[in-house]
């Protein structure tokens, strides 16, 4: 059984101030919630200690937007696993879709990412997901596979199960544009027959694969009832604590 998995993406938003307090109210509204759901925040780097602080007292994990392969040294900018380790991180996205098409991070790079979170004791969440026009030209699943096989190339089955995987079609991130329940599933179905194949079909069974792209409370319940979506990443909505409580109440 695999424990449903919320996680808010804050992307470049928030300030000192109100950061703070959209983690103390998650850590207060999540109270009865957070034993039947993992529920992570990634708030901007600038603010991982301070949010930290306010979740100390609550079970919500913290989780970075990025980080840089290199362990440390001249990589002006960058922010490494044990740096982020050392503030309480848990989890990192890796691949997220903006890095991918905004700032043009590469499969290359971004598995370069996942192996070197893992190797220093982060849980990376690996974004996958397919433009419009890939959809639009019937090629999700040869670009879900791609991004898959090479996000996770040269990674063994024990340190797999370190991953989770979100399928964020690009064309749904921040549109207000969301797949149906039906296209979710199929896309996370052929991802689980893919790690299958590329593992164990026994071990794949136990990875959560998160669904993103304009989740609301309006639709997270439709989108969890599905077989093999185990769990939501949330952009816009996660910013609003109650609309996220309310992702986290209906992702239970
Ligand atoms: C995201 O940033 O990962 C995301 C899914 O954003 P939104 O929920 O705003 O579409």
Redesign the pocket.
């Known amino acids: 059984m695999r424990k449903p998995f919320v996680a808010g993406?804050w992307?470049m938003n928030t300030d000192s101030r109100t950061s703070v307090e959209l983690a103390e109210r998650i850590a207060s509204g999540s109270m009865d919630t957070s034993q039947k759901a993992t529920i992570a925040v990634c708030p901007p780097f600038v603010y991982l200690q301070a949010v930290a602080k306010a979740l100390s007292a609550s079970s919500v994990a913290i989780g970075a937007q990025d980080m840089y392969f290199e362990a440390k040294g001249a990589f002006t900018g960058e922010i490494s696993t044990a740096m982020l380790k050392d503030i309480g991180c848990i989890y990192c996205l890796c691949g997220?879709s903006?890095r991918r098409h905004v700032i043009g991070e590469t499969d290359e790079l971004i598995n370069k990412k996942v192996t070197a979170a893992i190797g220093g004791g982060l849980l990376p969440i690996l974004?996958v997901g397919e433009l419009l026009a890939e959809r639009e030209a019937t090629q999700t699943d040869k670009v879900v596979t791609r991004q898959l096989k090479e996000g996770l190339s040269g990674l063994s089955a024990e340190k797999l199960s370190a991953v989770t995987i979100?399928y964020?079609p690009v064309w749904?991130?921040?549109?207000g544009l969301t797949a149906t329940p039906q296209q979710a599933q199929d896309v996370h179905e052929m991802i689980r027959e893919l790690l299958g194949q590329m593992y164990d079909a026994s071990l794949t069974e136990e990875i959560r694969i998160l669904y993103?792209?304009?989740?609301k409370p309006g639709n997270a319940a439709e989108l969890m009832g599905q077989k093999d979506v185990d769990g939501l990443?949330?952009?816009?909505?996660s910013l609003k604590a109650d609309d996220f409580l309310a992702i986290i109440n209906a992702s239970i």
């Open positions: 993406n992307k997220h903006e974004c979100a964020e749904a991130i921040g549109t993103g792209g304009s989740v990443l949330v952009g816009g909505a």
